[in-house]
């Protein structure tokens, strides 16, 4: 480059890798609740008894449940005692049948509300004040509720503790973490408090938690502020019974900066919140969907859990967050690493828009790449905006303000590539891109043809669920691709177990893994009626791992597969090992 200057947007770099650093934002500035919100039961997990308190896990949900055939009841709730379970969700975001979430966690008395980081290996959660699998009652002879942390294992939840800042003689409990868990928002009725339960923040420092600090009167009353959920952008939903509200627990929203400090509270309009109890509330990343637990059916203590649907993101960019002016720094300051952005002129067009330009590079070899092909598509109205990137890797579009825009782009030699964000002033005027090269085949096969069978042995899925685990399904993703280039192809789609647990619960462990597969292959773009499935259980294992033998994780793991049948293709797909598919 010969310019002496350039614009970057090392701001924005800096703000997407901690946004509010030194910030305290309105909540309103992050929220939109101009959407409209549609609710639906969670039907596959509705049952006679408490539903409540869901949390995303992998590619469901864990929540609570009040056990229905326990021999022990709380005397306190007149029910019987909570443990975690875990449902898959569907293609549609509804959750399906649910099954008991870990049998390491599950104790005689209360498992509550659980909290994950971002890369589901470490799990809080709440549990009754015990020690060696007794009760520990207060003074009072009460039992109260700490809060718990475990870390994944190869087969269930492992090191279990109890958290440093827990004590026998009041409650702490409903644990919200960051993303990488080194923030906790909690509830607790420890000394010192508003009254009632409270909110409380603490932060772990050198793998060290700190002494808890209260949210203070912006959040906390002299009732109960209870059921925190925190989101990655700094958002923090909770229920209360001292706000004023509709009625009965309620849910409310506000900030919290990178201090530890609340900012602005809203009450959640309908229908986040009724004329009875509602909490738990979670959102997904897109803020296109979430989930809560309410008591609107009318029965006291009878939660169910409910699906929300958002026309569009719940998510809006905080103002002082924009960019505004360009910011000029000489080139020599500037590390390789920065991605360069630059206001740049776009044709005019005749109705307003926020013009945009995209530089689409390789990531590999950092040169532009021509021939691009780039869709917007806008969720704000109809239609597909559609551009080709030129020699020096640009294209150029206008798009519509105040709109969510799902970007693709696809190129041949180069992975495909998307991404959404929501236009509005001041954005960029030119983003800087970067496109893979295109994977080698992950799939071990050297032809695809009608009655060939293939092994996918790369799925892996979490001991004793249905749930795949994210980042490992990259065969399925190959399949989907095949799939989505030869539309004729139809499948047989089989689930095998290894040989731990009962015949009969394997083989309907079975069934869920294949539908899970399934789900994945659907939520792709590949029709449903292309996929048939078929529950094998344990009835096919490879190896010397049968009933009481002793094995390791790694054998047994390879006995915990799925085969794809190819019931039909109208021609023969020859692949090159290594390589993407290639053929008629």
């Not at 640009?394 to 696809?410: G, H, N, R, T």
């Not at 001991?463 to 095949?482: C, H, M």
Request: aromatic share 8%.
């Amino acid at each position: 480059m010969t310019k002496k200057y350039r614009y970057i947007w090392v701001l924005l770099v800096l703000q997407l890798i901690n946004p509010f650093a030194g910030k305290c934002q309105p909540v309103d500035s992050f929220l939109n609740l101009d959407v409209i919100v549609s609710i639906e039961v969670a039907e596959a997990i509705r049952s006679k008894n408490l539903e409540s308190s869901p949390a995303y896990y992998e590619n469901g949900i864990v929540f609570v449940y009040a056990r229905e055939r326990a021999k022990l009841i709380d005397p306190k709730i007149g029910m019987p005692y909570f443990e975690l379970m875990y449902s898959d969700l569907g293609p549609e975001g509804q959750p399906r049948k649910a099954v008991s979430f870990s049998s390491n966690i599950r104790s005689r008395f209360h498992e509550g509300p659980a909290a994950f980081t971002s890369d589901y290996q470490e799990i809080f959660f709440t549990r009754s004040n015990t020690r060696n699998g007794q009760g520990v009652a207060d003074d009072d002879k009460k039992i109260r509720l700490h809060i718990f942390h475990a870390t994944k294992g190869p087969e269930d939840w492992e090191n279990i503790e109890v958290l440093p800042f827990c004590a026998d003689n009041y409650s702490t409990c409903h644990p919200a973490v960051s993303p990488d868990g080194s923030r906790m928002i909690f509830a607790s009725d420890m000394p010192g408090g508003f009254g009632g339960m409270d909110l409380y923040i603490v932060d772990k420092i050198n793998g060290a938690w700190q002494e808890p600090v209260n949210l203070g009167p912006t959040v906390n009353t002299n009732k109960n502020e209870i059921f925190p959920t925190f989101l990655p952008n700094g958002v923090l939903f909770f229920a209360s019974n001292g706000h004023r509200g509709k009625g009965g627990l309620d849910l409310f929203a506000t900030h919290i900066s990178s201090g530890g400090e609340p900012s602005g509270l809203i009450h959640m309009p309908a229908p986040f919140n009724s004329r009875e109890d509602d909490l738990g509330l979670i959102i997904d990343n897109s803020g296109m969907s979430g989930f809560l637990a309410s008591a609107r059916n009318g029965k006291k203590f009878k939660d169910d859990v409910f699906l929300l649907k958002m026309s569009s993101s719940i998510f809006r960019f905080p103002e002082s967050m924009r960019i505004e002016e360009p910011i000029i720094v000489e080139e020599t300051t500037v590390p390789d690493t920065v991605e360069e952005v630059r206001i740049a002129d776009v044709p005019e067009v005749k109705e307003p828009c926020v013009p945009m330009k995209y530089r689409i590079l390789s990531r590999k070899s950092q040169q532009p790449i021509g021939g691009v092909a780039v869709r917007c598509k806008p969720d704000c109205r109809d239609g597909v905006l559609e551009a080709v990137s030129d020699q020096e890797g640009m294209a150029a579009l206008c798009l519509p303000d105040d709109c969510q825009i799902l970007v693709s782009m696809a190129g041949e030699g180069y992975q495909p590539h998307s991404f959404d964000f929501t236009t509005e002033p001041g954005l960029p005027g030119i983003w800087n891109i970067f496109l893979d090269p295109e994977k080698e085949s992950a799939l071990d096969v050297d032809r695809i043809e009608t009655g060939v069978t293939i092994v996918l042995d790369d799925i892996y899925y979490d001991f004793n669920k249905s749930a795949i685990q994210r980042g490992a399904a990259e065969e399925l993703e190959e399949l989907a691709r095949v799939m989505d280039t030869y539309p004729s192809m139809r499948i047989l789609l089989s689930a095998h177990t290894d040989s731990r647990g009962s015949e009969a619960y394997n083989l309907e462990l079975s069934e869920r893994r294949a539908f899970a597969a399934k789900d994945f292959l659907v939520a792709r773009g590949i029709a449903p009626e292309r996929i048939e499935t078929e529950a094998k259980g344990e009835s096919e294992i490879r190896n010397h791992c049968r009933d009481g033998m002793p094995c390791s994780e790694t054998e047994h793991r390879y006995n915990r597969r799925s085969e794809v049948k190819v019931l039909h293709i109208d021609a023969p797909v020859q692949f090159r090992r290594n390589t993407t598919p290639s053929g008629g």
